[in-house]
T-cell receptor, first 117, second 116 residues
């Protein structure tokens, strides 16, 4: 069974600074996807960034980038130039790839990020 | 276009009552998922539909939980004889398909169920 662990329940960062959220996972699968989702206080989950495990290159989306270490089963999210609107709960999630994939996401426990002015 | 919508947004039920939660996925999305999110926790998978077929219901916590998607679009999650431990936010998500790059799940705002 796959598990996803986020060891930082809460974090804070000053506006315009950089913050890194940690995520580790456990799987015996070789092909899979990893995601970071953002859930603002309004609770609608939004995809921030995704990474295909077969890709060596770390994914980047504007101010968001990941550090994907497949051997270490680590998938951290870096937010650069933090903005007040980044305040939210962030979830790391895993999805199997392949014919047996039903598409279900396995989520970590979440990290609450507070961006301070 | 419109995103995933869910209704009601909030539901208070007395213990033992039956509830029905509705999800309207994005038009044309083949895959539909239900998740349960306890307060302060990450969502947990409940069930998955591909069109009208329920292909995975391994996450349903008991036989009091039942989901359907009879015409392959709108889905309903029904909880019979609600218990206090059923209190949670129920999230619905849809995706265009599972193949290729079209596997991104789009989430609805959720229904917050409180059982008293």
């Amino acid at each position: 069974a796959q598990t996803v662990t986020q060891s930082q329940p809460e974090m804070s960062v000053q506006e315009a600074e950089t913050v890194t959220l940690s995520c580790t996972y456990d799987t015996s699968e070789n092909n899979y996807y990893l995601f970071w989702y953002k859930q603002p206080p309004s609770r609608q989950m939004i995809l921030v960034i995704r990474q295909e495990a077969y890709k060596q290159q770390n994914a980047t989306e504007n101010r968001f980038s990941v550090n994907f270490q497949k051997a270490a089963k680590s998938f951290s999210l870096k937010i650069s130039d933090s903005q007040l609107g980044d305040t939210a709960m962030y979830f790391c999630a895993f999805m199997k790839h392949g014919s047996s994939n039903t598409g279900k996401l396995i989520f970590g426990q979440g990290t609450t990020l507070q961006v301070k002015p | 276009g419109a995103g995933v919508s869910q209704s009601p947004r909030y539901k208070v039920a007395k213990r033992g009552q039956d509830v029905a939660l509705r999800c309207d996925p994005i038009s044309g999305h083949v895959s539909l998922f239900w998740y349960q999110q306890a307060l302060g926790q990450g969502p947990e998978f409940l069930t998955y539909f591909q069109n009208e077929a329920q292909l995975d219901k391994s996450g349903l916590p008991s036989d009091r939980f039942f989901a359907e998607r009879p015409e392959g679009s709108v889905s309903t999650l029904k909880i019979q004889r609600t218990q206090q431990e059923d209190s949670a936010v129920y999230l619905c998500a849809s995706s265009l398909q599972l193949q290729g790059t079209n596997y991104e799940q789009y989430f609805g705002p959720g229904t917050r169920l409180t059982v008293t």
